[in-house]
């Protein structure tokens, strides 16, 4: 059962999330989310619902491609990677992600 | 913007839609069972596990719709974007820009107008209702091509006995004064039957039609007056319906407005009822069958065709003919005929306009092919570029679609400014036009021009946006694999271009060919001496009033009074009668003749001539010298002893050696023997392009007394023209004056037609020559750019500059010569449809062809040299080092 409802991702930071799972190795959707779980600590529970358009937007930026292959139990599934331009775009985005939650910090702990 | 682009994706993309739903749905099928399983692994029931994993998801549909989005969102990005680089592409090369621009403008321009005139002439239904069923009722006579209408009782009789035919009108137009509401004017009027409009199904724009109690003999005379003149001359005031006029000496009420019609049969001011005018009225016309001067339309009945009807009025005529016997003799072989209204207003223009068109598309066609060769040369320059989008990882669709975008954009522009060309030249066209067919003022660039226009620059968008970005695979594969240098000599990429250069030749071949024969046929036309030595001699039609001067002898006073008058004007040299000046071929009576007292058989075939009536004076006046024989003279007036004089023509195809002085004529269906006491030099009576007739002039006096055309000689006619009118006025203050015009000016007035003809052929083969010449030098600039390394390599290695020479000339050469030789069939097959506008020469003349294969050897030759120089001057270190 899910634990306490977790943060709200803003959809920025949910293409950021995608990205990075896919940097670590090709994965469909499903396991996408269950990465982001994973790596997450359970901290971060994707809706689920949400990650089809992200994944859709993303490809259509050019930053993944999708491919249909089949999964480990034998069943087809449509398969992400990420693209040189996603790298990229990743960097970028982690840096912005970084600075701001930075700056956050600074402001909430100040004083 | 990219409006096909759109379309092009939205269908695609309905196609690739239905895949893309399903790939979807089962994408997240499968993410849905992978988190049933999960939580079954955890030890959930199905049912419960299921229901746990759709909570995770959340809604599958609203998942899909967000994808559904993104994929939209994603397409109109992708377009702006497109349209965005090819804007900053196209601003880059502004030099590629600009050429495709202009030379779309001017194809989609000139394409446009010609769409217009052949759809409004053509195409575009007559504002009648169902025109397609308005036939015109003619004579058709033996032994001549005139036509004859009807005469009223045969209206009648037609109307009554014809079962094929639904309502039949008349019509005839006359000038008269119109008197009242200012100045006294002179008006165009047609004298139609009280049906005439409502067989036709004009309503009037204001006010009412003609009704049948207008056309009773003792009806209030009433009036219709046409759009133009009530706007134009009137002042377009709507309380002139009920406006009383006063014409011929009777008051005329105005009942109505007419909306704009197109001039046909003639170009009226007014209408009046038949019974209104008093020639139609009078006893002389109304009841002669052999009056046959009415333009009669009639509407086929339903069930009926053409072919039915006509047979249905030949056996009408055959009843009456019996009744009638001396109204319909033998040797006249009067047959009916039934033409479509809309055959006869446009017969004359359409070889022009097919002409024209054929013209048109050659040039389009051109403009394509010089166009794609550009193109396929600007995407050989950016391989490089466009190979290194590739690797980053666009697309191939992608970048096709950007190529495309290009393309159509500028395609887009280019038709943009191209209807601003095409509403100028829609003017200049419809002008020219208004010669050969009333329909020429309905001419108009509407919407659906614009449309044309619009989907013929698309068109012209698309063929050089798809079709390299089709072939782009192998140039780019090649691109990356070698440095990007290689030349590529022969290969698929060379061989579309030198098509297009071929076709290119080719076009500009034929259009020259076309062009050149009508500037010859029109020169030889400039060069027909008319045969009148006063070209300047003034022409006035003043159509004698034969109700008014009823006698013979009453019109010749009259015709000599007039004269008199007018010689007695200061500056006149010398003034004539007669029924026609040179080069008109209005009303000319053409007969069977013989030598001899016996008039001969008018239906057995035999040689005809015109039959002319002038005053003596005419052969002075206008300049045709006597070359056997003497004038005519004022005191042959005898009618026991009528004399004549003929043409050269005559004498020699009647006569042949023999002298015609003194020897008798006769002509068919006339009682009189003419003496020859004179011959007179050939004068071009019909068009210059037409052989000279047999023509026979008898003086007024024995022919009537009258004639209705005036002839002045006089230094600064022109000038006088007030005065000239002020001296026939005074004879007669209602006699019409109208048509003024020099014999020169008819002379140019016969010559319009090809001229304008010949000067646009004219102006579009040099148009494809230019193009075509540009074409060929780009692409030649562009190929053998590419081979300099090879040149280097060639010269290093020991080859002359002659060697290089031979090389280059010798590929041109092989081109240009097949484009050559392709033209010059192409041209061959399609020039005898110019025959029948070609004057003096064959539509296969050697010496045209000959001359244009020379032009375009010598401008291939000219196109070449800039690219030639460079490649004999390559300086071998230079091309090797790029390597």
């Excluded at chain 2, 217009?116 to 308005?134: F, H, K, T």
């Excluded at chain 2, 050989?380 to 290009?406: D, F, K, M, N, P």
């Excluded at chain 2, 010298?625 to 043409?647: C, K, M, T, Y």
């Amino acid at each position: 059962m899910p634990k306490n409802p977790a943060p709200d991702l803003l959809q920025g930071t949910l293409d950021a999330l995608v990205l990075k799972v896919l940097a670590l190795g090709p994965q469909h959707g499903w396991g996408i989310a269950q990465r982001i779980q994973q790596i997450s600590d359970s901290e971060l529970r994707v809706q689920q619902g949400s990650l089809y358009p992200a994944l859709a937007r993303l490809e259509a930026n050019g930053w993944i491609t999708g491919e249909w292959g089949t999964s480990e139990n034998n069943r087809r599934a449509r398969f992400y990677q990420l693209t040189t331009a996603g790298g990229h775009q990743l960097a970028r985005e982690t840096e912005d992600w970084l600075r701001l939650s930075a700056a956050v910090h600074r402001v909430l702990t100040h004083g | 913007m990219a409006l096909w682009h759109r379309l092009l994706h939205r269908t695609k993309d309905l196609l690739a839609r239905a895949r893309r739903e399903r790939d979807l749905d089962e994408e997240i099928r499968f993410h849905i069972e992978s988190a049933t399983e999960s939580y079954r692994e955890r030890g959930l029931s199905e049912p419960e596990a299921r229901r746990a994993a759709l909570v995770d998801f959340g809604g599958p549909d609203a998942a899909k719709e967000g994808v559904r989005d993104a994929w939209a969102f994603a397409l109109l990005a992708e377009l702006a974007t497109d349209v965005r680089l090819a804007l900053r592409g196209l601003r880059k090369r502004p030099a590629y820009a600009a050429t495709v621009i202009v030379t779309v403008l001017l194809a989609t321009g000139a394409a446009g107008a010609i769409f217009s005139a052949l759809w409004a002439v053509i195409y575009r239904p007559l504002p009648y209702r169902d025109d397609g069923q308005l036939l015109l009722v003619q004579y058709t006579q033996r032994g001549s091509t005139d036509t004859l209408g009807l005469s009223p009782p045969e209206v009648a009789d037609f109307q009554a006995g014809s079962r094929s035919l639904d309502g039949l009108s008349e019509y005839h137009n006359m000038n008269f004064t119109l008197l009242g509401h200012g100045e006294p004017r002179r008006v165009r009027t047609g004298v139609v039957s009280a049906n005439y409009f409502d067989l036709l199904g004009v309503r009037p724009l204001l006010g009412r039609d003609f009704v049948a109690g207008d056309d009773a003999a003792a009806a209030r005379p009433v009036l219709l007056l046409s759009y133009r003149f009530w706007r134009d001359e009137l002042g377009g005031d709507p309380a002139l319906v009920g406006a009383d006029f006063t014409m011929n000496d009777k008051t005329h009420t105005v009942i109505g407005v007419l909306p704009p019609l197109p001039p046909a049969p003639d170009e009226n001011d007014v209408y009046m009822p038949v019974a209104a005018c008093p020639f139609r009225s009078g006893e002389h016309w109304a009841h002669s069958r052999v009056a046959r001067g009415l333009v009669v339309v009639a509407r086929l009945r339903a069930g009926f065709d053409a072919k039915t009807a006509t047979a249905d009025l030949e056996l009408l005529t055959r009843r009456l003919a019996k009744s009638y016997p001396d109204a319909y003799p033998e040797r006249l072989g009067l047959r009916p005929r039934l033409v479509p209204v809309r055959e006869s207003m446009t017969a004359a223009a359409r070889p022009t306009l097919w002409l024209l068109a054929a013209a048109a598309l050659t040039v389009v066609l051109l403009v394509c092919a010089n166009l794609l060769n550009l193109t396929l040369a600007q995407l050989a320059r950016r391989e490089s570029e466009l190979a290194l989008r590739l690797s980053v990882g666009a697309s191939r669709g992608r970048i096709a679609r950007q190529l495309a975008t290009e393309g159509a954009v500028l395609a887009l522009i280019g038709g943009g400014c191209g209807m601003l060309f095409g509403l100028a030249s829609r003017s200049l066209l419809a002008g020219f036009l208004v010669r050969l067919t009333p329909r020429a003022s309905e001419i108009r660039f509407d919407l659906l021009t614009v449309g044309f226009v619009l989907g013929l620059s698309l068109l012209i968008g698309l063929a050089i946006g798809l079709v390299p970005a089709l072939r782009r695979q192998r140039s780019l594969l090649a691109a990356l694999r070698a440095d990007g240098a290689t030349a590529t000599v022969g290969g698929r990429s060379t061989r579309t271009r030198d098509a297009l250069v071929v076709l290119q030749v080719a076009s500009s071949c034929v259009l020259l060919i076309g062009a050149g024969l009508l500037l010859r046929s029109l020169w030889n036309l400039e060069r027909v001496q008319p045969g009148f030595r006063h070209p300047d001699v003034l022409t006035l039609a003043a159509p004698m009033n034969w109700t008014k001067y009823g006698k013979d002898d009453v019109r010749l006073a009259y015709s000599e009074r007039l004269l008199q008058h007018l010689r007695g004007v200061p500056g006149v040299e010398a003034v004539a009668l007669a029924d026609n000046y040179p080069l008109s071929a209005d009303g000319l009576w053409n007969r069977r003749v013989a030598i001899g007292k016996t008039a001969p058989d008018p239906a057995a075939p035999g040689p005809t001539a015109d039959f002319r009536t002038v005053s003596p004076e005419y052969f002075d006046t206008v300049g045709i010298p006597l070359l056997a024989g003497r004038q005519l003279q004022a005191s042959d007036r005898d009618a026991e002893h009528a004399v004549a004089l003929i043409n050269a023509t005559f004498a020699h195809q009647l006569f042949g050696e023999r002298d015609p002085l003194g020897q008798l004529v006769t002509f068919g269906g006339g009682t009189t023997a003419w003496t020859i006491v004179g011959v007179v030099a050939d004068v071009h009576q019909r068009a210059l392009g037409e052989a000279v007739q047999p023509e026979i002039y008898a003086p007024i006096a024995l022919r009537g007394g009258g004639a209705s055309t005036v002839l002045v000689r006089a230094r600064s006619a022109a000038a006088l023209v007030p005065a000239l009118r002020a001296a026939i006025r005074a004879v007669d203050p209602e006699q019409p004056i109208l048509d003024i015009r020099t014999l020169e000016e008819a002379r140019a007035a016969s010559l319009a037609a090809p001229r304008a003809v010949a000067a646009l052929l004219g102006i579009a083969a040099t148009l494809a020559l230019v193009i075509a010449a540009t074409g060929l030098a780009g692409i030649l600039a562009y190929s053998l750019g590419q081979r300099q390394r090879e040149f280097g390599i060639r010269i290093a290695l020991g080859s002359t500059r002659l060697g290089i020479a031979r090389l280059v000339l010798g590929r041109t050469g092989g081109l240009v010569g097949s484009g050559l030789v392709l033209g010059l069939a192409v041209a061959l097959f399609t020039a005898r449809g110019l025959s029948s506008m070609l004057f003096g020469l064959a539509a296969s003349d050697p010496q045209t062809y000959a001359t244009v294969v020379a032009v375009l050897a010598v401008s291939a030759t000219v196109a070449c040299l800039p690219a030639l120089r460079r490649a004999i001057t390559t300086a071998p270190s230079l091309a090797l080092r790029a390597l």
